[in-house]
């Protein structure tokens, strides 16, 4: 299937070209019941209404579009492609049964998402359900979306497979990562030729976790590669040594995986007040500052915030647009927000 690259949301924006030089995973969640918790479902019906309102460009009494801030873009330095620099996991949040609440808001999740001017969507065949969630919302909005996943599983035909199920769940594959670099030297032979034949447009591998940070340096260095994936999130700097700089280095795309520690550095940091600054730097929420910090760093390229609540979403957007602070500014102030 030849790859249809969508330039939704890539034009007549600022693009922000970084300079040459400068298994978490397998908590799982199940699906909340609506009928088992109806406090959630009042909070979804809640949360549903309220974005329907407000938070897809549209005024709900005039209709009219809302002004609002282009998303920033950065560029894809393998092909020049750009892209916008919030996107969106599906970690947890998109494995959920079709035909319930928490389906429908996440409806409004890609929704805003792509109103919001931001494009990526990363997902992985280690999230249960949530390819599939992905792709039934995505069949809806063809082309619109850039989706990333990944191959996670030992085996050239294993990972044949895989990689093939993900294409059918999610309609087209973008990106497609080596998960965690399981097994890599055996599948990145198969996404070159995938992606010289067509089938997919982007190649990498990603990891979230500085315990395999020698690994994946060598991987970086060793291969020729469009993405690497990581974590990176104010209390989780490691990846500023050597894998940012070796990324920018090599001219690979960065997404940042995990820029609120799985949400725990969010919940850490919100009971406190917001710093003073903050609105001076177009943040008015704990996630919007911890996602302009990610951002600030010029290897960056997406960070993709995981969430399954449309509001949550929406606040996200908005951090990918506006000013960003330098290092400068952080370096100052990491300590004190830490506290
Ligand atoms: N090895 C890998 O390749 C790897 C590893 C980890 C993650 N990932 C990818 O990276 C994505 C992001 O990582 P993550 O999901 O683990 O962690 P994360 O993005 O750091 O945090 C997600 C948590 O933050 C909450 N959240 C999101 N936006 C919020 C907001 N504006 N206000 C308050 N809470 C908010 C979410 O809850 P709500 O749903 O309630 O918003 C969720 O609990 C994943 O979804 C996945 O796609 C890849």
Redesign the pocket.
Known sequence: MPFQWSADGCVGQHVHTPPPKVS??CRRKSAVDTVQNPGRARFLRQTLALVGATAFGRNASSQEPERRPAMNLRTIRSTGQILPVIGC?????FDVAEGTLEFDALREVVRTLLAGGGTVL???PMYGRSEATAGRILADRPGKAVVAT?VWTSGREAGIRQMEKSIELLGKVDLM?V??LLDWKTHLPTLRQWKAEGRIRYIGV???TPGAYLELEAVLRAETLDFV?VNY?LDDREAENRILPLAADRGIAVLV???????GL?KRLGNRPLPDWARNVGVT?W?QLLLKFVLSHPAVTCA??????PR?MA??VEAGTGTLPDSGFWKARIDGILG
Do not use: C, M
């Open positions: 978490a995973g996991g599906t970690w947890v949040g990363d997902s992985s990944k990562q998960h965690n990603s990891h979230y994936q999130a995986n995990r820029p609120f520690g799985g949400g969010l929420s996630s993709i915030p995981g969430t399954g609540n949550h606040e996200n």
